[in-house]
């Protein structure tokens, strides 16, 4: 079989054992306390949840997270979900485009993205950390990239009976890219997080926007294991780091590191709490593909309008005028998250 048409499988299979994946992990979101303002002297109106990103004002702080690409399935699924990111203004990235370098039929699955949202929308490009500099530049043109996310999936590969067993000189290459590429590169996990000496190499390597993509949402040692049956790495399906925590230990990295938060973000208090914490910006994945997948492009598009309700709602309650006083409001850790924080 060709190595694209693995890779096609592959994306495919992703999907659908996504979507049958059980196995709860805890993004720790829920040990962080925010405080209700009964008397916030603010009107639904006044709020703004404009953020800048990549350069550009915003009407909200969320993003649509890098999932799919590379076939005509795939295509079906750009195609939704860049109308919603499209119809609320938010950045979209796409799915690994390590497939677009070999094969050029694919690149239709992956323009859309940017034929839906036009010239005014944010679209981000991925690869993962062994990308060339020219791989990264052919990868970005094929859909105008706003940006390129370079993403970290060590566990993924290894747990992946066809995957990657090599990670050595991957911080070097990292750093060739930030240098070689004009547009802003983030570096981005899958759901096992950042640690910050991770966030910290990177930094020092010229990064300035990691997504922290942590523990407690989608799960790519469980998804892998699907693939082939299931449960020879069940006893690991709760390895990595939760998503609260991930952005508390990275957000003083440097003072101009922006960070992403996002794995196991469902609901409008994920996002709230992340801003809280420190992020610059949401990533949405999952929970955004199965709405989309389970019920249909009307309910994904409605999940997402509540969110943003929901947001607003919750700054009025903490009394937050904008996405900068949430940065001010007071807030407590408790249980496993006030023990592990260090
Ligand atoms: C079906 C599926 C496919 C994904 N494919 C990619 C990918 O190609 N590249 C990537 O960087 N992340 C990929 N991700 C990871 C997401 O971008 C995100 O980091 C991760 O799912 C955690 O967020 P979530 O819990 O909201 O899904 C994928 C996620 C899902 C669910």
């Known amino acids: 079989m060709r190595e694209s048409n693995i890779r096609e499988d592959r994306k495919k299979e992703h999907i659908e054992h996504y979507l049958g994946s059980t196995y709860k992990n805890d993004t720790l979101f829920e040990d962080v306390y925010v405080e209700h303002n009964s008397l916030a002297e603010l009107d639904l109106d006044d709020i703004d949840t404009s953020v800048d990103f990549l350069g550009r004002t915003i009407r909200y702080p969320i993003m649509i997270n890098a999932m799919t690409g590379g076939t005509e399935f795939s295509r079906e699924i750009n195609r939704e979900l860049s109308k919603i990111a499209g119809k609320y203004d938010i950045p979209m990235a796409v799915?690994?485009?390590?497939?677009?370098?070999?094969?050029?039929?694919?690149?239709?699955?992956?323009?859309?993205?940017?034929?839906?949202?036009?010239?005014?929308?944010?679209?981000?490009?991925?690869?993962?950390?062994?990308?060339?500099?020219?791989?990264?530049?052919?990868?970005?043109?094929?859909?105008?990239?706003?940006?390129?996310?370079i993403h970290l999936n060590p566990a993924q590969e290894l747990a992946m009976k066809e995957g990657d067993r090599q990670f050595k000189g991957i911080l070097s290459n990292i750093g060739d890219i930030a240098d070689g590429i004009e547009k802003p590169v983030i570096v981005k996990e899958v759901g096992f997080g950042i640690s910050p000496d991770v966030a910290r190499r990177l930094y020092d390597v010229g990064i300035r926007h990691i997504d922290i993509s942590g523990k407690g949402g989608t799960n790519f040692i469980e998804i892998e294991d699907r693939r082939y049956g299931g449960s020879g790495f069940s006893d690991i399906y709760s390895w990595g780091i939760p998503t609260a925590l991930s952005l508390i230990e990275c957000r003083n990295i440097g003072r101009h590191l922006k960070l992403i938060s996002s794995g196991g973000i469902r609901t409008s208090l994920d996002i709230l709490k992340s801003l809280i914490l420190g992020a610059d910006m949401v990533g949405i994945g999952g929970m955004i593909l199965r709405k989309l997948m389970e019920d249909g492009p009307e309910a994904a598009d409605t999940y997402l309008g509540d969110l943003i309700y929901k947001l607003k709602m919750l700054m009025v309650l903490t009394g937050s005028r904008n996405i900068g006083e949430l940065r001010e409001v007071p807030y407590r850790l408790k249980g496993d998250l006030r023990d592990l924080v260090r």
């Open 95 to 149: 799915g690994s485009q390590t497939i677009a370098l070999a094969n050029e039929d694919s690149h239709s699955s992956f323009e859309i993205v940017r034929e839906i949202m036009g010239d005014d929308g944010i679209v981000l490009s991925n690869l993962n950390g062994h990308a060339t500099v020219k791989e990264v530049q052919y990868a970005m043109d094929i859909i105008e990239a706003d940006g390129v996310q």
